[in-house]
């Protein structure tokens, strides 16, 4: 008879159960929120009218003529960023500065201002209506339809100032106006050279430090202003 099998089994190797503690959860550590730095805080707004009496004091520690030339450039200070058709006062304007510059003083200095030409494009009706149709129009690119037919008219020096540059210390300003409304400038008082720019904005200093003025600032409107550039013209400056 064959023999059976022997079959030989492996001993297991004991299981050994350990017991976990059920410790208590920790709480997550809070997050910690940065702290923004803060903003240094501006200048405490100015007030306007304390300040306009500030200038006030200043002019009164000037002497005379001086005194009334700083006085009157003051309230040209209130037409800075206005333009000629928004206030009835720049005919006075013109006359204060022209009054000034025949008074001969030292205080002012003059300069002419080349900013360019005045170019006028009139196109042909065909090249019009091409303008037209194409841009709805618009003049900045109107020379861009010009043709050997359309016809370019140039107006010389159209855009050129004069510029009025007034030293009275501790005060300094400086205003501009039209050429073609100026006819009474000397060309031979002009500042050489003549400048060549775009950039004229008119204002005002006191110490190095802008001028800030306005009708509101001083609770005044356009006809006190008028009385008093008229009283400078009425006054004799010597």
Not at 139 to 155: A, D, I, N, W
Request: proline letters at 9%; a positive charge.
């Amino acid at each position: 008879m064959p023999k059976a099998p022997v079959i030989i089994r492996k001993k297991k190797d004991p299981v050994i159960v350990v017991q976990k503690e059920n410790k208590p959860l920790k709480p997550p550590p809070p997050k910690t929120i940065p702290v923004k730095p803060e903003k240094p805080k501006g200048p405490p707004p100015v007030d306007k009218d304390s300040q306009y009496q500030e200038y006030l004091k200043e002019i009164e520690t000037i002497h005379s003529p001086n005194r009334e030339i700083a006085s009157v450039c003051l309230y040209l200070c209130t037409l800075i960023n206005e333009n000629r058709t928004t206030t009835n006062l720049f005919p006075l304007k013109d006359e204060v500065l022209k009054r000034i510059y025949e008074s001969g003083h030292e205080c002012l200095m003059v300069s002419y201002i080349k900013r360019g030409d005045r170019v006028t494009h009139r196109l042909t009706q065909e090249a019009r209506e091409k303008w037209e149709s194409e841009t709805g129009g618009k003049k900045g690119l109107m020379h861009m339809y010009r043709t050997p037919e359309c016809f370019v008219q140039s107006e010389r020096g159209y855009y050129d100032l004069y510029q009025f540059h007034l030293v009275i210390e501790p005060f300094r300003f400086m205003f501009y106006m039209p050429v073609e409304t100026a006819p009474w400038v000397d060309e031979e008082r002009l500042l050489k050279p003549r400048l060549y720019t775009n950039v004229t904005p008119e204002h005002g200093l006191l110490r190095g430090k802008t001028i800030k003025i306005s009708r509101k600032s001083i609770n005044t409107n356009d006809e006190q202003i008028g009385e008093e550039l008229k009283r400078f013209l009425d006054a004799r400056i010597t």
